[in-house]
């Protein structure tokens, strides 16, 4: 009995030594481990008093790939049309053509335009002053063929003279002009064998009749309908001759008066005749 209570003693003293042990070992490691860190906590200040360590700067994580901050992005290069930018470098390019005849009834008309033209028709009447000025925008059939007679004589490299060496001055002058950027040429002349020159001139004279005719017209049905009738007979002597432009601009024109009661009832029904006529 007295041996059993002795070996419990022991065993229980043994427990006791080794937690000793145990405990002891903690703290050694726990001192070794504040030495080699400096005694740094993780919030990154020294526990030592007195001593201060400066925070770690923070560390931006980097963006997975593929996305982009579309905020803080560089822009790109803004990118320049170069089909715009060498149309812009091109000086416009304008047109003109006048006629001069002091005994004609119309003593001068100048017709200006642009590439695509548009521009202005001026004309003035025998012993008068004043200059009538309407808008212009000339129809595609007819700028085409304008702008071909001007490429074909490529007018402002040359330096030809359209006077044919027979003078016909009671015809009238005849000017053609043409200007680009600080390139600018004239040409005058009352008669010419160029055939180029010919056609130009011919094309400008189509487009002043038809001009003169809806300024006419346009006029005569406000203040004087009557007048009309003579101004229909003169529009169908130049159908005939085939004097004007392009007569496809006239079909809304002539529609209109043709059921126009302002005007006698003659200019309305020759109003649908030439109607019939160019439309077909």
């Not at 050694?28 to 030592?48: C, F, I, L, P």
């Not at 695509?116 to 063929?145: C, H, I, M, N």
Request: glycine share 4%; hydrophobic share 40%; proline share 6%.
């Amino acid at each position: 009995m007295k041996q059993v209570k002795l070996y419990q003693a022991v065993l229980v003293a043994a427990l006791l030594f080794q937690s000793a042990a145990i405990d002891a070992t903690a703290a050694a490691q726990s001192k070794k481990n504040r030495k080699q860190t400096g005694g740094t906590t993780a919030a990154g200040v020294n526990s030592s008093p007195g001593q201060a360590t400066e925070a770690a700067p923070a560390v931006s994580p980097t963006p997975a790939p593929g996305k982009t901050n579309n905020r803080e992005a560089t822009p790109a290069p803004a990118k320049i049309n170069a089909a715009s930018t060498k149309a812009d470098a091109i000086p416009a390019v304008h047109y003109s053509y006048e006629f001069n005849q002091p005994n004609f009834n119309i003593r001068r008309i100048v017709i200006a335009h642009d590439a695509t033209g548009r521009g202005q028709v001026s004309f003035a009447r025998k012993e008068s002053e004043e200059v009538f000025t309407d808008p212009l925008q000339l129809s595609p059939v007819a700028l085409a063929r304008v702008l071909s007679a001007w490429e074909a004589l490529k007018f402002l490299d040359s330096d030809a003279n359209y006077q044919d060496e027979k003078q016909f001055p009671h015809l009238g002058t005849m000017t053609l002009a043409m200007k680009q950027g600080t390139r600018e040429r004239k040409a005058e002349f009352n008669w010419t064998h160029d055939e180029q020159a010919a056609a130009l001139v011919k094309e400008y004279r189509g487009i002043g009749e038809q001009q003169l005719f809806i300024f006419d017209v346009t006029l005569a049905r406000q203040y004087q309908p009557s007048d009309t009738v003579k101004i229909f007979k003169r529009l169908e002597s130049l159908l005939n001759r085939n004097e004007l432009s392009d007569t496809a601009p006239l079909i809304p024109i002539l529609s209109d008066l043709a059921t126009d009661e302002r005007i006698p009832l003659m200019a309305r029904n020759h109003a649908a005749r030439l109607l019939k006529k160019i439309e077909k």
